[in-house]
């Protein structure tokens, strides 16, 4: 049985997710706070940002919080998952889906070979 899986079938690769240094985002509150109100939105266009990143780095920038700036989902603090541990999840997945798919077609087979025996019985009494 084989499945189709649109991930691989896919020639794009996956988008990688922009990240922001701290020195990049208090430069960028700070120019976008020093613009002029008719020109703030060019430095989002310029930048390709959008008015909420602004707002949250202002509002950690306010907060003192520097350390904030960071983002958590990139930050060393959260190290990336080695090659050989993503594939050994995958395999463990494959591997339960694959037991759970083996107990269903034991279970329909216990059945099949129980209905078949019961026929058996049926067909020799009626004889």
């Known amino acids: 049985m ?3 899986n649109p991930a691989e079938s896919d020639p794009a690769p996956r988008p ?15 120019e976008y ?9 060019a430095v989002l266009r310029r930048e390709r940002l959008y008015h909420s990143h ?5 509002a950690a920038r306010d907060a003192g ?7 958590q989902r990139t930050s060393p603090a959260r190290p ?3 090659a050989a541990e993503t594939e050994n999840e995958k395999l463990r997945r494959q591997v339960e889906r694959l037991e759970k798919e083996l107990a269903r077609n034991k ?3 216990e059945v ?11 067909s020799e009494g009626a004889d």
């Open 54 to 58: 602004v707002k949250e780095w202002r």
């Open 65 to 71: 919080a520097l350390e904030k700036l960071v983002d």
């Open 107 to 109: 279970a329909a087979l």
């Open 80 to 82: 990336k998952k080695s």
């Open 33 to 41: 706070d020093a613009a002029p109100k008719n020109e703030k939105g």
């Open 16 to 30: 990688k997710r922009r990240s922001f240094s701290p020195e990049y985002k208090l430069r960028i509150v700070a």
């Open 112 to 122: 099949m070979g129980k209905a078949s025996a019961l026929l058996e019985m049926i």
């Open 2 to 4: 084989t499945s189709t």
